[in-house]
């Protein structure tokens, strides 16, 4: 008889530190997140409203979710960090170490198919503002200049970035651009992956081809208070996220 394993927690777009606090309910969660009850967790990006691989940019509320991270990865459960568009330089720097990977994308092996994650804000090709503030804000010159500057200025110039991010791509964010997620999904399929999941765009969407591939997003933690489960036998799922803590 084969032993299946437990279930794959994913979690998109919790956004903490946007308010004081709001870390809180992550923090209770994450102490359920345990390998006899989950075999992997995947944050699918925006896990906090941004997070930049330098130390000047902790807050107590970042510091305290992060340390909740390392302690579900050692415990035994491999955390995988997908990066959003509000994580930045996350790979080399002193977070990586708190997770098992971060990576632009994750695939997944389960018994009914291989999995493709991602987080999804560069899917649509439409929003040029967006784009370009992406360029300006992530290239290796505009890390130089964070490093070097004081940590004074340098909060200053990621308030102006995420004001400029939050303009341009909010509008593009909770409409679900489903022509274009359905095209990048048919390129996953065509390379083997049976299920295409994204964060990104907040609210729940998915659509299910006849012959078991299928595409969707993640609903985001802090607006609809779900998360993402792929079951034992490999199927995709959303639930509440109080089952964390029941």
Known sequence: MTTLSPPILLIADSHI????GDE??????????RP????????????FHYLIGDKKFLTPGIEATIEAFRRVKERGVPTYYVEGNRDF????????????????AFQIETPAGRYFLTHGDRINDRDYPYRFWRFVSKNPIAFAAMKAVPERAARKFVSNVEAKLHKTNFKHKYRIPEELLLAFAAKRWAEGDRM???GHFHNEWRRDEEDGRGVAVVPAWCDTGKIGIIDRQGRYETAPRTVLTA
């Open 36 to 47: 006899d009850r989950w075999s992997a967790l995947y944050l699918l990006g925006d896990v």
């Open 89 to 104: 330089y996350l790979k080399g720097s002193f977070l990586e170490p708190s997770f098992t990977a971060v990576e632009l």
């Open 24 to 33: 809180r309910a992550m923090i209770e969660a994450l102490e359920g997140v």
């Open 17 to 20: 530190s946007r308010e004081e």
């Open 196 to 198: 295409v999941l994204f």
